[in-house]
C-alpha cells in the first residue's frame, strides 16, 4: 500500500502528515517564517525521514493552508476547511463540528456523516477570538500564554471583558490590572471572553453531534476548559491539534488517488 | 483635462470603433452614454442635478438637468484601479469604518476630479450613509440639498406621503434650477422606461437558459449600472434592447458564457469588487457560474406614463431593500428558484450594515431551499481592504462543498 | 387613570419614542441600555455593527423581564437588529419609523405611526391607549421636562442631571418627578473654567462628563442621544398623538436627522463654548457621517475640538483620559 503525504503551511507554523491506509506513519511541525515554500520542503523532508520513505515512494501530496498554491512538490490543493473537517472526522468519526483556533484566524464547520462540508463560518479579519487575542493580552499582562492556560483553567471566577474589539479589551485588561483584580479572574474572563465570540459564531451551524476542537489553541487548557463550559457539551481534543489540517490533507490525497479508488470499487 | 467636456465628446467616437471589435454591442453604448453625460456634466451647458443610485433618476432626465451618479462615477475610478488615493484622501475626513465607495468620493471631491453640482438630491434608501452623505457633499459644493425620506415599509398610506415628498422635491428643483417640469417630458421618459422595463424582463427570462448565457460579473457592472443611470433616457432604451437581443443570440445557440458549467450559483448584494481582483478568474475555472445577481432582479412594476409620478412611488416604495428584510428574503427566494441554482454568494462589502445585517437570515432561508451558501466579506471599491487569500480560502472552499454534493 | 399594569415593562430604544403612549397605557417604560456584551448567536448580525446594537441583541436573547421592546427605525443596524427580533426571538417587537426631515406632511405621516403603535399595543399585550389616559400622561412629561428645565436654568452640573436622567430612564414617570424635584432642592451648580459642549452617539455619558467636570471644564451644551434635547413642552391639541408627533419631531435633532435643523442646532449649541468633545462608538454611520460637517462648523468658529472613539461601556481608559487632559490643557 502507498503512503501518502498531506502539507498544511498555515501563516505561522507549516505541518506535514505522511499516512499509509489509516496510520500515521509520522508527522513534523515546523514555523512558517518568511519564507513558506522553503519551510514546506523542510517539513516535508524531516517527515519523509522520520517515515523511512523516499518522496518517489508517495503516491500524492495534498497542499493546504495558506501558502498552498505555491508548493511545487503538491499535486494538488485543498482549502484547510475541507481538510480540517476531513481529519477531525477520521479522528473522531462522529464529530459534525469542527472549531478550529489558530494563530491568526478562527473557524467553526459543520460536515456530514461522511466527513464533508455543509456549512462554515470564518473569522479571519478580526483578532478577537483568535490565537492573536491571547498573544496582545499575554503582552498587556507580561506573562507567558502557558502561564495564562494554567491560571484560566483554575480560576475559580472570572472577571467578564465586555470590550469587542481587541484594542478596547487590552486597554481594559490594563484598567483592570490598575484596579487591583486578580489575575486569575481576569485571564479566566479573557478566555472565556474568546469562547464567547466563538460560541457566537457556532450558533448559526447545525451543532448536532460531536464537536471537536482543533488548531494550535486546542492545546491550551483554559480555552478547552472555556469551551467546554460555554458550550455545555464534551469536547473531543486531538492528541496533536495542530496537524488535524495535515492529516485531513493526507486522507483526501489517498481518497483520490486512482489506484485506491479502484481498489475500493474492487471491494464493492 | 478630465473635466473638459469637450474630450468626451471626442472621446465617444474614438472609443466606439476602438470598441467595435473588443466588446459587444451593450457595453459600447454603456461608454458612449457615460461620454455623453460626462460631456454634459462637465460641459455645463444644462445644469447638473447629482443624485444616489437609488433616486429616480427619470425625474432628473424629465427636468432636462443632467444627472450625475457620484457612486457609478466611484466605482469606475475602482475599475481602473485608481481609487486609492481618492479613498485615502476621503479617509481624512470620513473614519474607515465607514463605506468605501462613500469615501472614494469624498476624496474625488477634494481633488476636484467631479463635475460640480448645481444641485443634489438623494433618497434615504437603500442606507444611512445615503443622505447624510449627500448633504455632506451638498455643503461642501455649497449647493442646496433636496431629499426624499420614502417610508419604511409600504402600503397605501405610505404611498399618499412619498408620492407628496416626490412632486415637493422635484417642483422645489424645478424651481431652483429654473428648469420646468412639463408633462410631456414626464410622459416621454416613462414611456422610455417602461420599453426598457420590459427588455429587463426579456433579459432576466432568457438569462434563466442553462448554460447561463451572461456573467454575472458584466451584470454587476455595466448592466446594473445602466439600470440605475439610464432609466428613462434614449440610450437606456437602446442598450437594453441590445442587451436582450445579443443574450437572445446566444441563448439560440445554445452558448453558455463558460466553456463547460458545472454549477450556478446567484451573486447577493449590488456591487462585486470592481477593481482588478480574481475572484471571477476563480469561479469560471472551477465551472462556477454566476447565473444572475440581485441588483438586476426586477423589483419595479411596469411603470405607467398615464401616471408619471404614481409610477415613480410605486417604483420606490417596492424597493425590496428598503423596510423590513422579509422583502429581501421574497426576492431572493423566487431568484433561486428562477435561476435552478445550487448555491449563492453573499458579497459583504465592508462597512454596508444594511445589506450585510440581513446577510445570515437570508442564508438560512436559502439553506432551507438545500442550497449551499458563502458569505464573502470584501470590500467593493478599495483593493487595499481585499485579502486575495483570504477571498479565495472562502470561495475555494464553497467550490469544494459545491463539488462534494 | 386606568389600571396599571405595574411589571409589564416595554423596552424603547431611542428618545423619539413619545414614552406618553406607552405610560398612558398603563406600562412600565425602560430605555434600553444593556451591559455591554458580546451576543451569543453574534453570527446573526454582522460583528461590524456598533457596540449597542450588539449588546442589545445579546441583552434581548438572554433572561429579561421585558414583555415587548419598541424598536425605532433610527439607523440600518436597528432595522435589521428588528428582523432578527422577529424573526428569532420570541419577544414582541414594534417598528416605529421616524422621518428624517420634518415638515407638516411628515408631522401628520409620524402621527400615523404613532396611531399604528397604538394598534399594536392592544394587539400584543391587550392594553388601551385612550384620549383622556394620554393627555394625562403628556402633563406628567411636560412637568418633567419643566423640571430638567429649572435644573438646566440652574446651571446644576451635567453630570448630575445626566446621572439624573439615567435614573428616570427605568423609573416610573411620578417617582422620577419626584427624584428631580429632591435633585432641585441640593443641586450642585456647575462652575468650571472652560465651558463645553458634548456630542456624540455615546450612550453611558456619565464617566466621561464626570472626568471633564474633574479636570475643571463645565458641560454647558449636551448634544447626547442620553442627555436632554428634549425640555420643551408639548402643547395641548385635541388630538394627544397629533401633539406628541409635533413635539417629539420637533425637538432638537440628533445627527441621524438629515435636514438643515441638526446643522443650526448644532451651530446653536456651540454659542457661548470654548471646546467640543465628540464622542462615537465604532461603526455608529449617522454620527461618524456627520463628523466632518462638525469638524467644518468647529474650525469656522474657531473652537477646538476633541475627537473620541470608543465602545458602549463608556469606561474611561487611560487613553482617554490622556486625550481629554491634553486637550484641556490648553486652557487651563
Known sequence: ?268 | MLRAGGLYRVLRPLLALYLLKERNRPYRIWVSFLCRIFEGAYGRKRPVVWVNAFFPVEAIYALGAVPFIPEIYASLVAYFDLSRGPIALGGTKLSTDLCSFFRCVMGLAEEGVLPEPDLVISSSHLCDGANKFFSELARFYAVDHLFLDPPYGGGDKAKVYLLEQLRYVMEEASRRLGLPLRDEALSLVLHRTRHIWHFMQEVNRLRQGRPSPFAGSEGLSYVAGMAFYSPGSEEGVEFFRALRDHIAVRVRGGKGYLPRERFRVLWLHHIRPYYPNSIFSFLDARGIAVAFEEPNYLWWPEPRPEAPWESLTDKLLCNPWAGPLERRLQAVREMALSYGVQGAIHFSHWGCRQSTGGAVQLGEALKEMGLLYLLLPGDGADPGNYSPGQTLTRLQAFAEMLESR | MGCYHWGVRVGWSCTYLPVEILEAGGLLPERLLPPPEVPKEDALLDPNFCPYIRSLLSFLQGEHSLQAVVLMNTCDGMRRLFDVVVHYLDLPAFLLDVPRKVDESLIRYFRERLQDLVHWLKEALEVEVGQEALHGAIVRGNKTRALLRRLLEEGVKASLILGLVREGFSLPREAFNDRLKEALSRAESAEGKVKLLMTGSLLEVVPLVELAEGLGAEVTALDLCTGLRFVQEVKREDDPLMALSRAYLRKPPCARMSDGRRRQYLEASMQGVQGVIYYVPKFCDPYLYELPSLRGLCEEKGIPLLVLEGDYTGRVTGGMRTRVEAFLERWM
Not at chain 1, 491506509?21 to 508527522?27: H, K, T
Not at chain 1, 519564507?35 to 516535508?44: I, K, Q, S
Request: aromatic share 4%; with cysteine.
Open chain 1, 1 to 268: 500500500m502507498r503512503a501518502f503525504a498531506g502539507v498544511d503551511v498555515g501563516s505561522l507554523c507549516t505541518k506535514v502528515v505522511i499516512l499509509r491506509g489509516e496510520e500515521v506513519l509520522s508527522w513534523s511541525l515546523r514555523r512558517t517564517g518568511a519564507d513558506p515554500v522553503g519551510a514546506a520542503r523542510c517539513c516535508f523532508d524531516e517527515a519523509l525521514a522520520r517515515a523511512g520513505l523516499q518522496e518517489g515512494e508517495l503516491g500524492g501530496v495534498v497542499a493546504t493552508g495558506y501558502g498552498r498554491l505555491r508548493i511545487p512538490f503538491a499535486s494538488r490543493q485543498v482549502t484547510e476547511i475541507t481538510c480540517h473537517a476531513r481529519g477531525a472526522h477520521f479522528l473522531f468519526p462522529k464529530t459534525r463540528t469542527v472549531i478550529d483556533i489558530g494563530g491568526q484566524d478562527a473557524k467553526v464547520i459543520a460536515l456530514d456523516e461522511r466527513g464533508k462540508v455543509l456549512d462554515f463560518v470564518m473569522n479571519d479579519k478580526c483578532a478577537a477570538g483568535t490565537g492573536r487575542f491571547l498573544e496582545v493580552m499575554a503582552q498587556a499582562l507580561e506573562m507567558e500564554i502557558e502561564e495564562m492556560a494554567s491560571e484560566a483553567a483554575t480560576a475559580l471566577k472570572a472577571v467578564p471583558i465586555s470590550s469587542m474589539c481587541t484594542v478596547f479589551a487590552e486597554s481594559e485588561v490594563i484598567s483592570l490590572v490598575a484596579e487591583g483584580s486578580r489575575r486569575d479572574e481576569i485571564v479566566w474572563g479573557l478566555h472565556r471572553a474568546i469562547a464567547r465570540r466563538i460560541l457566537g459564531m457556532a450558533k448559526r451551524l447545525p451543532m448536532k453531534g460531536e464537536v471537536t476542537f482543533t488548531g494550535g489553541v486546542a492545546k491550551n487548557r483554559g480555552m478547552v476548559r472555556a469551551l467546554r463550559e460555554l458550550l455545555g457539551m464534551p469536547l473531543n481534543i486531538p492528541h496533536e491539534p495542530q496537524i488535524v489540517g495535515a492529516l485531513g490533507a493526507a486522507l483526501l490525497a489517498s481518497s483520490t488517488s486512482p489506484s485506491v479508488r479502484a481498489a475500493e470499487r474492487l471491494k464493492i
